[in-house]
């Protein structure tokens, strides 16, 4: 059994996510979410897909890139 990195439940089932080098322990997606899954600059909710980088910034979506900063998103389109 492993402990979660971010809840500390010692779990059976607990899951490993090799990410740029680093090894990270989760019990659940969840908790795998929240400690990488990163936050829009505009919204702040968590970006489970892939999201719109603008001047390094990550946004959820074209909208809220286009919401924070209308000059440096204008061309960028959500799909439809």
């Known amino acids: 059994m492993a402990a979660c990195e971010v809840?500390?439940?010692d779990y059976a089932m607990s899951?490993?996510?090799h990410?740029?080098?680093a090894?990270?322990?989760f019990d659940s997606f969840e908790c795998a979410i929240?400690?990488?899954?990163?936050?829009?600059?505009?919204?702040?909710?968590?970006?489970?897909?892939?999201?719109?980088e603008v001047d390094r910034r990550?946004?959820?979506s074209a909208h809220c890139a286009r919401s924070a900063d209308p000059?440096?998103?204008e061309a960028l389109v959500?799909?439809?």
């Open 15 to 17: 899951f490993e996510v």
């Open 7 to 9: 809840c500390g439940n």
């Open 34 to 52: 929240t400690r990488m899954a990163p936050i829009c600059e505009h919204c702040e909710c968590r970006i489970l897909g892939h999201g719109v």
């Open 58 to 60: 990550w946004y959820c």
């Open 19 to 21: 990410a740029q080098g």
């Open 23 to 25: 090894v990270h322990t």
């Open 71 to 73: 000059r440096r998103a």
């Open 78 to 80: 959500d799909h439809v």
